[in-house]
């Protein structure tokens, strides 16, 4: 763990990777210019998982709290864009949901974030239940229908609108990371008795970082909204979404920002290639992966990257003396 | 004027009465020994100072404020730190860094050059400089309790709290856990000692109050406790 708190050095490890992010999303702006508009499509659709996997990643990461709230914020944000879309502007729809994510998880923050360990995490479960039964039941008793259409939008503006989300949730793990709420998040994973006892609000360190993480996936879920054509609450509160940020940063590994990053876009390419390839297996051998991947990869994809790092570095020293 | 002040303190966990109507005071700058056996509920009223858990009853007053009902980091922030019975540091980290987690959250406003150079300072104090930059996993006992310890100093305490930091060390490790507590006194800090370790809490602390079955049964200076019947008969003629 790299908390760099005590050094105020810059140097090329630090400046590094907000450096080849930036690169990164340069030239992913570039992209329109250069592939199909079926790529694009496809692109959209990895970068959103992205978006959800890191910004899972920033609260239950460090803190262990498991959180399966992401299809609550999702379909909340599959809402907004069904209910607003009509009238404003996608970025503004999506800044909007964001917002409302935002508060919401502070009050569910609130509520839940007293409940330790599996109490919590059955709660978060619960939440999309909840709330896809009270829209459902809100959706009858004032609309009198069912499910809504959502008005689409040209998919390069969401391309574009998802990857300026990308950037924002990058900054704010990256910022998260090397900061003293970074670090708290991680005491209280470490040992949350022990956090409270040298002086750190455990409760408000846990609200705001849930909060901070659901926003994110509200604004995710109303661009993404407009490639369908209608939701009702069954599609826009699936349970599937918040399994899988928490598969994704698994299978990435979930302690540096890389991991769920490399995990996401892995993940959601596999998904993506398997279901074209070989749809009548493809659970099957998806599961496979996952099995291996839990059993054998303890810290994701990145974990072994840097295993084989560490070593050459370690086998080039030993050349050295 | 004492540094705590504790009147009526309870504690039931179900029918259990775990802590029950005990009143008691801390003088600021002694070291007050904290015994009784097994179940006594001597934990559980560091629990009820620390803020770890509240308590049905009572009002503990630390420094002239009124500390029941206030939550750990508050009561942290105020100046008392406290170690865990079974210690509780933060695994993935090295010992530098847990230390430097008390200096960054124990007071308001600390910078990060300052809590910095204070946890040098501190894991010279408690003898720990050459083992910082390794993992708590990777520390025996003695010094994972050590390390508590110089995390809670971190935190710039007042009162610090010790939970049978004793327990589970050979006769050397003793030795020197008695000589860091009088250390710690002399540079000014109160300290609150939980013992089962009865050579040590004879001979360095300054008054001793004994529990059993979470309450009050004796409070006085080593010698007056070790000689009065109903401490004998409970406790150290067991
Ligand atoms: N959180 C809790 N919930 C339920 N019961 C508890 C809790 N904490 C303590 N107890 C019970 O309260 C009583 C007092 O426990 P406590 O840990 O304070 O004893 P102690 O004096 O520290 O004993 P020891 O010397 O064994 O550490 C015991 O019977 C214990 O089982
Ligand atoms: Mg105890």
């Known amino acids: ?62 803190t262990g709290y498991i959180s399966l709230s992401t299809a609550a914020f999702y379909g909340l944000g599959m809402y907004a864009s069904a209910i607003l879309g009509n009238h404003l502007p996608l970025p503004l729809v999506m800044v909007i949901s964001g917002i409302a994510s935002f508060i919401i998880a502070l009050i569910i923050g609130v509520i839940t974030l007293r409940l330790r ?27 009198g229908t069912r499910g809504r259409f959502v008005p689409s939008v040209d998919f390069q503006q969401v391309f574009y609108c998802i990857l300026g989300t990308l950037a924002i949730i990058l900054l704010i793990s990256y910022l998260i990371k090397r900061s003293r709420f970074g670090l708290a998040l991680i005491g209280i994973g470490e040992s949350e008795d022990a956090a409270a006892h040298i002086g750190i609000n455990t409760t408000l360190v846990k609200v705001l970082g849930f909060s901070i993480s659901s926003f994110a996936v509200g604004a995710v879920g109303a661009a993404m909204a407009t490639r369908t054509n209608y939701i009702d609450p069954g599609i826009a509160f699936n349970m599937l979404m918040s399994f899988m940020p928490v598969l994704m940063a698994i299978f990435g590994g979930m302690s540096t920002i890389p991991g769920p990053i490399i995990g996401a876009a892995v993940f959601a390419y596999l998904e993506e290639l398997l279901i074209t390839k070989v749809p009548e297996y493809f659970m099957i051998i998806f599961g496979a992966i996952m099995i291996i991947a839990i059993l054998f990869l303890p810290n994701g994809l990145t974990g072994i990257a840097g295993k084989l790092f560490k070593r050459r570095k370690g086998a080039g020293k030993n050349a050295n003396t | 004027m004492p540094i705590l002040n504790a009147t009526g303190v309870s504690k039931a966990f179900g029918g259990l009465k775990a802590v029950s109507q005990v009143d008691f005071h801390v003088a600021e700058g002694e070291i007050l ?51 865990f019975q079974t210690a509780q540091n933060f695994a993935g980290m090295s010992l530098r860094q847990n230390v430097l987690m008390g200096a960054l959250f ?112 004796a409070d006085g200076t080593p010698q007056e406790v070790s000689s009065m019947g109903t401490v004998i008969e409970v406790y150290l003629g067991q």
């Not at chain 2, 560091?46 to 630390?62: E, Q, R, V, W």
């Open chain 2, 106 to 217: 124990g007071k308001k406003g600390q910078s990060a050059t300052q809590a910095a150079a204070d946890v040098d300072e501190i894991l010279d104090f408690v003898g720990l400089t050459e083992l910082c930059d390794k993992q708590v996993s990777d520390i025996p006992l003695a010094y994972q309790k050590r390390l508590e310890v110089a995390r809670a100093l971190a935190t710039k305490p007042r009162l610090l709290m010790l939970d049978e930091m004793m327990a589970g060390l050979n006769p050397t490790e003793v030795a020197e856990a008695m000589e860091l507590v009088e250390k710690i006194r002399n540079s000014g800090i109160t300290v609150i000692m939980i013992e089962h370790v009865m050579k040590a809490i004879m001979s360095i602390c300054d008054r001793i109050i004994v529990l059993h079955h979470g309450q009050k049964i």
């Open chain 1, 1 to 62: 763990m790299n908390t760099n708190i005590s050094r105020g050095r810059l140097n090329a490890k630090k400046i590094a990777p907000p450096g080849l992010s930036l690169l990164a999303l340069i030239l992913l702006s570039l992209l329109p210019i250069f592939v199909t508009d079926y790529t694009i499509i496809k692109i959209n659709s990895i970068i959103s998982f992205v978006i959800i996997a890191v910004s899972w990643s920033i609260f239950s990461g460090p």
């Open chain 1, 117 to 143: 360990g599996v109490y919590f995490t059955i709660f978060t479960f619960g939440l999309v239940e909840l709330l896809r039964n009270l829209i459902l039941w809100l959706e009858i008793k004032f609309s």
């Open chain 2, 33 to 83: 020994g904290l015994i009784g056996p097994n179940g006594a509920g001597k934990s559980t009223l560091f629990n009820l100072i620390s803020g770890a858990i509240p308590l049905d009853s009572g009002t503990i007053m630390f420094d002239g404020v009124k500390i029941s009902g206030k939550k750990p980091d508050k009561i942290c922030r105020l100046g008392i730190g406290r170690t």
